[in-house]
């Protein structure tokens, strides 16, 4: 995830805060995500694990 974070810092009016906020609330999400949420999930899960 880390290398995800500073590809994405270097864009324009990136804020990493954010994604860092983001990545957590996704993390928590998809330990039991409802149904709507499995294919979120499943794209989160593949960012984070490259």
Same mark, same amino acid.
């Given at each position: 995830?880390?290398?995800?974070? #500073?590809?994405? #810092? #270097?864009?324009?009016?990136?804020?990493?805060?954010?994604?860092?906020?983001?990545?957590?609330?996704?993390?928590?999400? !998809?330990?039991?995500?409802?149904?709507?949420?499995?294919?979120? !999930?499943?794209?989160?899960?593949?960012?984070?694990?490259?």
């Amino acid at each position: 995830m880390v290398g995800f974070l #500073s590809a994405l #810092s #270097s864009l324009p009016g990136a804020d990493v805060g954010l994604f860092q906020q983001l990545n957590q609330e996704l993390g928590a999400l !998809c330990q039991a995500p409802p149904a709507k949420a499995v294919k979120v !999930c499943a794209l989160h899960a593949r960012l984070v694990n490259r």
